[in-house]
């Protein structure tokens, strides 16, 4: 401290004097983490409340492996034509479900139209020979029976009636050619399912082989996984798994072991392993990211009833509880939840106290009268 000329003290402007100002925030935060002496004893000293509270158990666990896995449509396919010609009509768009046989677009051919109307027109010409060579050796054959023509005139009316069957059938087969390309231009969904993607407008060129649009049956969803092969062992088709999808609602969905490959992947000692998933509710899409879960092995551990969780922002505990009956709050690790229990990885010891469904109004350092 300094004195100015009017004989005022002056703090300094040093170091001092910051280190001084910043105490009370240094006490502050201090006491909120060490709980306030004097706040523990008020709370210790309060009326107990009435908690249930058990002993920490191990039990029985089965722990399970969870491995990234991608959903995929139990069937896709791309329908196109065969035919060039101008896309006439497009029926359908992304997201329309779809039958089996059900018309999504219509491909226009004129070389297709002409060429059906061309095997028509040789059809009808066909069949009127056919009919007069016909009537030409039942004529033949009702002079014969009164002598009053030769053996090789109904040889050669016959022959010319089998001729002009053989003519008509083949001009039939072409009407029936022409027609399949004819219903080629009608470009239909191969299966029920939901229309993915569509990859062509009215007015586009559709060319032989070119995908017109992407369908989907979603009425079951293949969910892989790459598996490391040790955890394999033992696996069958047919067996359970569990699956995770955040982005379809959460929650775990029941699904079944379809395919487990043969071939093992020689850098990651892995396997492709896929599991069929009713998706009766539609919530599953194609992409999306999931987790594949397998049951492990079978061992023990510390687990305590979801009940009993504390969670503040990101941290998870419980109340222990200590000599005198005091509740102190224990943050942990939780593992793996199933059945309304929580394994606990680390914090807490098999033996310990724990309150199993905190009342309103606990609080660290609060007494319980454990019932």
Not at 268 to 276: G, K
Not at 305 to 327: I, Q
Request: charged share 30%; with cysteine; aromatic share 2%.
């Amino acid at each position: 401290m300094r004195r100015n000329g009017t004989g005022k003290a002056r703090v300094s402007k040093g170091r001092p004097a910051r280190a001084a100002a910043g105490a009370p925030i240094l006490a502050a935060i201090l006491a909120l983490a060490c709980g306030g002496g004097s706040g523990t004893a008020r709370t210790e000293s309060a009326a107990p409340l009435a908690a249930k509270a058990a002993a920490v158990l191990k039990v029985p666990w089965t722990r399970t492996l969870a491995v990234a896995a991608g959903v995929d449509p139990l069937r896709r396919a791309t329908p196109g034509t065969i035919l060039m010609g101008r896309v006439d009509r497009v029926l359908r768009r992304e997201g329309d479900r779809v039958r089996s046989g059900e018309v999504l677009a219509r491909v226009e051919s004129r070389e297709v139209t002409a060429r059906l109307q061309q095997a028509e027109a040789s059809v009808a010409a066909a069949s009127a020979m056919e009919r007069n060579a016909r009537l030409m050796k039942e004529r033949m054959e009702r002079l014969l029976a009164k002598q009053a023509a030769t053996q090789k005139n109904l040889d050669d009316a016959t022959a010319g009636y089998e001729a002009a069957a053989a003519s008509l059938k083949a001009a039939e087969e072409g009407v029936a050619t022409a027609r399949m390309y004819v219903a080629y231009s009608a470009v239909a969904a191969p299966f029920d399912g939901v229309v993915v993607e569509r990859r062509v407008e009215e007015g586009d060129t559709a060319a032989p082989g070119m995908p017109l649009f992407v369908v989907e049956d979603t009425s079951r969803m293949k969910v892989e996984a790459q598996v490391p092969e040790t955890a394999l062992v033992g696996r069958r088709i047919g067996d359970p798994v569990e699956i995770e999808v955040d982005a379809a609602g959460g929650g775990v969905r029941r699904a079944t072991l379809s395919e487990i490959l043969p071939a093992a992947d020689p850098r990651s000692r892995t396997r492709a392993v896929r599991a069929l998933l009713d998706n009766s509710d539609g919530a599953l899409r194609s992409g999306m990211f999931a987790r594949m879960r397998l049951p492990g092995e079978e061992g023990k551990a510390v687990a305590v009833p979801d009940t009993a969780l504390v969670r503040r922002g990101p941290l998870t505990g419980v109340f222990v509880v200590e000599p005198r009956e005091v509740a102190r709050l224990r943050w942990v690790t939780l593992g793996e939840t199933r059945g309304g229990r929580s394994e606990i990885l680390t914090g807490l010891s098999a033996g310990e106290r724990i309150v199993t469904d905190p009342p309103a109004g606990l609080e660290d350092g609060r007494r319980i009268e454990a019932r």
